[in-house]
T-cell receptor, first 119, second 116 residues
């Protein structure tokens, strides 16, 4: 089974420029997450999708960040304009079920992340 | 709101020694608890999770964790450290219901160093 795919893996941009990250979740997974991981900190949820609808975007800085999940499969996270403090790893994750976590299923799987450096 | 506190941002052990990484959580409803490992330049990999039932959970690579409701803890242990265990470890909590359902809240991470 293919894992969560993300691209690009690494990106360096200047402040005030824009950047977009792409995520392809595990096939059939209804729930998709974008997390931001700043160096030295744990991942923080930016946005959660259920199919193509937003479940939680309470911590997404909507003045500069946007995300979409067209057709309920792939997702794109965009930052415009970027700030220095946006330097982080952006992790995409997916989960198959909508029912409670169980001992044998509904695990959240993470991609390898997209590393952003804003200079 | 749920939260996770990992005691100790860095833990150093000798190869063959006991590994103990501490995690305490706060949740208003019965939690689901997770430990993830992150190797350099990689994403997060699930080590183990507690959902319901037995409070001692065994995971991959010889790790295990015990859910203690009275102490609101979910510490991660491994009897004998291996060099390949060197990585960053994250404890996470998810609610079984409510507005935070299906969402992981992570601790700040603990970097494990293993000395020969």
């Amino acid at each position: 089974e293919a894992g969560v795919a993300q691209s690009p893996r690494y990106k360096i941009i200047e402040k005030r420029q824009s950047v977009a990250f792409w995520c392809n979740p595990i096939s059939g997974h209804a729930t998709l997450y974008w997390y931001q991981q700043i160096l030295g900190q744990g991942p923080k949820l930016l946005i959660q999708f259920q199919n193509n609808g937003v479940v939680d975007d309470s911590q997404l800085p909507k003045d500069r960040f946007s995300a979409e999940r067209l057709k309920g499969v792939d997702s794109t996270l965009k930052i415009q304009p970027a700030k220095l403090e946006d330097s982080a790893v952006y992790l995409c994750a997916s989960r198959g079920g909508t029912k409670p976590f169980t001992s044998s299923g509904n695990t959240i799987y993470f991609g390898e992340g997209s590393w952003l450096t804003v200079v | 709101a749920q939260s996770v506190t990992q005691l100790g941002s860095h833990v150093s052990v000798s190869e063959g020694a006991l590994v103990l990484l501490r995690c305490n959580y706060s949740s208003s409803v019965p939690p689901y608890l997770f430990w993830y490992v992150q190797y350099p330049n990689q994403g997060l990999q699930l080590l183990l999770k507690y959902t319901t039932g037995a409070t001692l959970v065994k995971g991959i690579n010889g790790f295990e964790a015990e859910f203690k409701k009275s102490e609101t803890s979910f510490h991660l242990t491994k009897p004998s450290a291996h060099m390949s265990d060197a990585a960053e470890y994250f404890c996470a909590v998810a609610n079984a219901g409510g507005t935070s359902y299906g969402k992981l809240t992570f601790g700040q991470g603990t970097i494990l160093t293993v000395h020969p």
